[in-house]
Every structure is written in structure tokens, then in C-alpha cells.
Antibody
Framework: QLQLQESGSGLVKPSQTLSLTCAVS??????????WSWIRQPPGKGLEWIGNIYHSGSTYSNPSLRSRVTISVDRSKNQFSLKLTSVTAADTAVYSC??????????????????WGQGTLVTVSS | QSVLTQPPSVSGAPGQRVTISCTGS?????????VHWYQQLPGTAPKLLIY???DRPSGVPDRFSGSKSGTSASLAITGLQAEDEADYYC???????????FGGGTKLTVL
């Protein structure tokens, strides 16, 4: 059974860079048929999609965050990562990683997120 | 303010039927994009409950069902059980925002 586990710094200072990693176990991140995503949830607020990385290595991010987001993959470690630059208090959230089954088209807007990692709280504060 | 609108809370007694609505617009649900539903039990990761508007992943009881019409979607839960107490989120794609969007979540309380 595929499992995802987020890790990284739980406390980041304003204007610095948030860095998180999602370790994939129970399956290979390099197997075709899936893309991989980051999603966050600020305290007391709804879920916000951050971005996807596809099997090709290409990425697609939320336009509202695009200028600050980098998503990358390390196939040798079976993990993918998120970097968010110039963080502010508004970036305080539980950050989760998830897999997106492709079905017939990895770029389809109709794909869903399954499964999800447990999530990790990142607080932006000086 | 989430792009997809859900009621903040719903409740029902054991054995009853409840529905959770998810209201969107012409750039997401109304544009024909699929709606998916997730269940988040306290302290756990969200779990896929319904995909493609009305399909259930294996292992999800048939007490859970989804539907979509126009710019809205609904999740129905029949034969309510105490273990169904959780937060429920809908999700779709929005062409105006060029990305995937979620509802604000609905807390289900089993009385």
C-alpha cells in the first residue's frame, strides 16, 4: 500500500524559504500513471492546491503561488520536494503531499488526489 | 473564501440520511469538470471517498454516494454511523483560476 510522508522544517522565518520533502514508500515514484502534488491548509481555512510534478519532470503550479514555488523530484530517493520562497505569515499551514492517478491522461483536469500524506505543520514566524 | 461552497456543518442521528452540497460556478462544476469528495477523520489525512462525481473507490461503503447537476454536486450518506463523524471536502478544477480547487469543508456530526 502506497504511503507518503512529509518532512521538513516546522518553523520558518519571514522572507526565508520553506523546504519540504515527501517520501514515497510502498511504490516507485518513477512508475508511470501518476503525478504528484502538494496541497496546503492554513489553520481554520480551506484546502489550497499548490502544484503538481509529472512523470516527465515538468511542473504546474497554482498561478497565485507560481512565482515562489519550485517542485522537484529525486527518483534515487523515491521522493519529491517543495520549495516556497519569500514566505510570510500567510504561508503558515499544514502542508500535505498526494499522488494523482492519471487514468488515461496525466494532464487531465479531472484527476483526483489519492492517497494523501498525513501533513506537516509549517509556521512562519520570527 | 473557497471557490466551491459547502455548508460549514451538518448533523444527523444514527441511521439517518444526510447530504452535503458543493456549489460552484460556470468555470468549474458548471463547465463539466468532475467533482471528487474526501473524508478527513480527526487527526488523519484526507481520504478519497468519491471520484468522478459518483464512483466509489474499492473499500468505500455503498452508504456513500455522489451526484452532480448543473453548477452543484452533492454527497449523500445513508445509514449514518458514529464513525462517519468527520470533515468532508469537495474538489474540482476551475478554468478561470487554471487550477484545482476545493470546498471549504463540512463538519459532519453524528448526534
Amino acid at each position: 500500500q502506497l504511503q507518503l510522508q512529509e518532512s521538513g522544517s516546522g518553523l520558518v522565518k519571514p522572507s526565508q524559504t520553506l523546504s519540504l520533502t515527501c517520501a514515497v514508500s510502498g511504490g516507485s515514484i518513477s512508475s508511470g500513471g501518476y503525478s504528484w502534488s502538494w496541497i496546503r491548509q492554513p489553520p481554520g481555512k480551506g484546502l489550497e492546491w499548490i502544484g503538481n510534478i509529472y512523470h516527465s519532470g515538468s511542473t504546474y503550479s497554482n498561478p497565485s503561488l507560481r512565482s515562489r514555488v519550485t517542485i522537484s523530484v529525486d527518483r534515487s530517493k523515491n521522493q519529491f520536494s517543495l520549495k516556497l520562497t519569500s514566505v510570510t505569515a500567510a504561508d503558515t499551514a499544514v502542508y500535505s503531499c498526494a499522488r494523482r492517478p492519471c487514468g488515461g491522461d496525466c494532464y487531465s483536469p479531472n484527476n483526483w488526489f489519492d492517497p494523501w500524506g498525513q501533513g506537516t505543520l509549517v509556521t512562519v514566524s520570527s | 473564501q473557497s471557490v466551491l461552497t459547502q455548508p460549514p456543518s451538518v448533523s444527523g442521528a444514527p441511521g439517518q440520511r444526510v447530504t452535503i452540497s458543493c456549489t460552484g460556478s460556470s468555470s468549474n462544476i458548471g463547465a463539466g469538470y468532475d467533482v471528487h469528495w474526501y473524508q478527513q477523520l480527526p487527526g488523519t489525512a484526507p481520504k478519497l471517498l468519491i471520484y468522478g462525481n459518483s464512483d466509489r473507490p474499492s473499500g468505500v461503503p455503498d452508504r456513500f454516494s455522489g451526484s452532480k447537476s448543473g453548477t452543484s454536486a452533492s454527497l449523500a450518506i445513508t445509514g449514518l454511523q458514529a464513525e462517519d463523524e468527520a470533515d468532508y471536502y469537495c474538489q474540482s478544477y476551475d478554468s478561470s483560476l487554471s487550477g484545482w480547487v476545493f470546498g471549504g469543508g463540512t463538519k459532519l456530526t453524528v448526534l
